[in-house]
């Protein structure tokens, strides 16, 4: 894809996104010109080893970490550039999270944490005249992780394939077009892998989402509908 290819129809696009850091004297590349984006309704694996740059693309595409050089199109909106507010709305609308390590918060229930996805984004008054609504979606998208009679339990008193359907039913709670997950099954065993694994899959063919997947394991790219292979912070296969 040339850098000044820009596709109407993608999800999210990066054009020509760099991303580097200085450690004292030295400039630390760690992203080299790199075009991608993802389409409605598809799977795309982001494959590479440790240290390729796959999580700091991930971040940049999901508005949390701004490119050194280069553009982030949303909906074939260019979002680099704009306030952290709007970039915030724009993330809200558009994509949700699932991480390694879950990032649920201790204190909150199962409930809660689902419900967290909405609660950020809404004023006070805004919250209160939606937190029933908010709370029925939060109830059903648990209820259809198999969650169902889980809803009070904190992450403590969860198993990590629990913890990881909690945050997945987070992400899904403002009903994104776009699930960025880095490594969802990186901290789990080899059969709730799976299980989360299908549970993705099943989201996807019923829901219509799109997921850009960071992992290691080359079953799970090889199940996707499209492969982006990361070197040295470039593509070098898709």
Known sequence: MSTKQVSHDALVQAVAITKSYRIGRREIQVLRGVDMAVYPEEIVALVGQSGAGKSTLLHILGLLDPPTSGEIRYANQ??????????????????????????????????????????????????????????????????????????QNRPSQLSGGERQRVAIARALIAEPSLILADEPTGNLDTE???????????????????????????????????????????IVEE
Not at 200 to 205: A, M, Q
Not at 218 to 229: C, G, K, L, T, Y
Request: proline content about 2%; aromatic content about 6%.
């Open 192 to 234: 709730t892998a799976r299980g989360i694994l299908d549970l993705i899959w099943s989201i996807n063919e019923t829901s219509k989402i799109a997921f850009l997947i960071v992992t290691h394991n080359e079953r799970v790219a090889q199940m996707s509908n499209r492969i982006i292979r990361l070197r040295d912070g470039a």
């Open 78 to 151: 260019p979002v680099t550039r704009l306030t952290a507010a709007r970039q915030a709305a724009m993330r809200h609308r558009h994509v949700g999270f699932v991480f390694q390590f879950y990032h649920l918060i201790p204190e909150l229930t199962a409930l809660q944490n689902v419900c967290l996805g909405s609660m950020m984004h809404e004023s006070v008054f805004g919250w209160m005249s939606r937190r029933r609504v908010v709370r029925e979606r939060a109830s059903e998208l648990l209820a259809q992780m198999g969650l169902g009679d889980r809803l």
